[in-house]
Antibody, heavy 116, light 106 residues
């Protein structure tokens, strides 16, 4: 069974950092592009970042470019999102999801709250 | 960025009804469009991709159509389990963007 499990969410102060992880199982992780997508009550769903199966050339939404970094460790079936210089508007549930275009499998999400 | 606009925002219907949700793109997305279903506290689940292709395991009462800037998701024979919020997403042009959602109440 395909499973994606996010972790690392929590409370961070504005300007602070958090590192999210997504651990995959039930499929050949290094065959798939991966994504981070976030959801807020007010802004809905927002694609955040994509990374190729090899880990090269991550892509980012303009709203996080220069602050967030996506990486992966295929040996450990893991995806990461390093979030720096956090802002209140980064408060959201963060999901990892498979797919190069549309998003086939999703994790359950991890909640990030940015507040002083 | 391509803006995706869904209508209606909320829809109330009865079991057995045929319901249609519309998604309009601010510029052509060709047929690169997906539909998702999300239930409270859960992640979205893909129903339709490439505008009209049914994802494996999704009931055949769900169908999609459209091309360019106007797309529809139809549920034929609404079931109690279909109570959820539905989102469209274009993947023709980066950044991939979603509609704001349509809540279906039964």
């Amino acid at each position: 069974e395909v499973q994606l499990v996010e972790s690392g969410g929590g409370l961070a102060q504005p300007g602070g950092s958090l590192r999210l992880s997504c651990t995959a199982s039930g499929f050949t992780f290094d065959n798939f592009e991966m994504n981070w997508i976030r959801q807020t009550p007010g802004q809905g769903l927002e694609w955040v970042s994509n990374i190729s199966s090899s880990g090269s050339s991550p892509l980012y939404a303009d709203s996080v470019k220069g602050r967030f970094t996506t990486s992966r460790d295929n040996a450990k079936n893991s995806l990461f999102l390093q979030m720096n210089n956090l802002r209140a508007e980064d408060t959201a549930i963060y999901y990892c999801a498979t797919g190069a275009t549309y998003f086939q499998k999703w994790g359950q999400g991890t909640l990030v709250i940015v507040s002083s | 960025d391509i803006q995706m606009t869904q209508s209606p925002s909320t829809l109330s219907a009865s079991v057995g009804d045929r319901v249609t949700i519309t998604c309009r793109a601010s510029q052509s997305s060709r047929n690169w469009l997906a539909w998702y279903q999300q239930k409270p506290g859960k992640a979205p689940k893909v129903l339709i991709y490439q505008a009209s292709s049914l994802e494996s395991g999704v009931p055949s009462r769900f169908s999609g159509s459209g091309y360019g800037t106007e797309f529809t998701l139809t549920i034929s024979g609404l079931q109690p389990d279909d109570s959820a919020t539905y989102y469209c997403q274009q993947y023709n042009t980066f950044p991939w963007t979603f509609g704001q959602g349509t809540k279906v109440e039964i």
